[in-house]
């Protein structure tokens, strides 16, 4: 199956200090990337779409200045949680989708493992 | 989005088949049903989808009703690593369509 990646883990940083995750697909290009984020004992909800090439599209509620997305290349996108409080503390999941031409599992979105963010 | 309805929560012991109930009444004809699990600080990992047809895997059969509004995800032998919190979720096959999860139900095994 599809592999997506995700650094890193884990992070600890102070208030005020800005994150980066990065998500990779690893064995296919993916136009499109979703930024979820999770916080405990709550579902996943969807932050942002991710367009390779163009600005990514948020959800209503999410500010676009606080969470960067660039989706710079078809294997890699990143979120940047800009000056970050105590309550940005989540757990930060991406979703990569395969192309049009991935037979049965065309269009489908293969999860990355995480990173649990910890503003302190 | 169309919603679906599950249980909050069921228990199973090791061994013993389980059954994952999912109700989606306003499902479209479009709506492919999919089924993904959590676990413990992981992302969501792919279990089974299906459309029409019943479906078969190496981790699960998906039995999905004639009219198609609910189905069951069907784990034949629940084991400890089965533990997790199963999500339901419909999607159309439109390119750059996110998944909308629900709560999910949370499957706890006993040894």
């Known amino acids: 199956g599809a592999v997506v990646s995700q650094h890193p883990s884990w992070v600890i940083c102070k208030s005020g200090t800005s994150v980066k995750i990065e998500c990779r697909s690893l064995d296919f290009q993916a136009t499109t990337m979703f930024w979820y984020r999770q916080f405990p004992k709550q579902s996943l909800m969807l932050m942002a779409t991710?367009?390779?090439?163009?600005?990514?599209?948020?959800e209503q509620g999410v500010e676009k200045d606080k969470f960067l997305i660039n989706h710079a290349s078809l294997t890699l996108s990143t979120l940047t949680v800009t000056s970050a409080h105590p309550e940005d503390s989540s757990f930060y999941i991406c979703?990569?989708?395969?192309?049009?031409?991935?037979?049965?599992?065309?269009?489908?979105?293969?999860f990355g493992p995480g990173t649990r963010l910890t503003v302190l | 989005d169309a919603k679906t309805t599950q249980p909050n929560s069921m228990e199973s012991n090791e061994e013993e088949p389980v059954h994952l109930p999912c109700n989606h009444s306003?499902?479209?004809?479009?709506?492919?049903i999919h089924w993904y699990r959590q676990l413990p600080s992981q992302g969501p990992e792919y279990v089974i989808h299906g459309l029409t047809s019943n479906v078969n895997n190496r981790m699960a059969s998906l039995a999905i009703a004639e009219d198609r509004k609910s189905s069951t995800l069907i784990l034949h032998r629940a084991t400890l690593r089965d533990a997790a919190v199963y999500y339901c979720?419909?999607?159309?096959?439109?390119?750059?369509?996110?998944?909308?999860f629900g709560p999910g139900t949370r499957l706890s095994v006993l040894p």
């Open positions: 979720i419909l999607r159309g096959y439109t390119n750059g369509q996110n998944f909308v």
């Open positions: 991710s367009n390779e090439g163009s600005k990514a599209t948020y």
């Open positions: 979703s990569a989708q395969t192309p049009a031409d991935r037979g049965r599992r065309r269009n489908e979105q293969f």
């Open positions: 306003t499902i479209s004809g479009t709506d492919y």
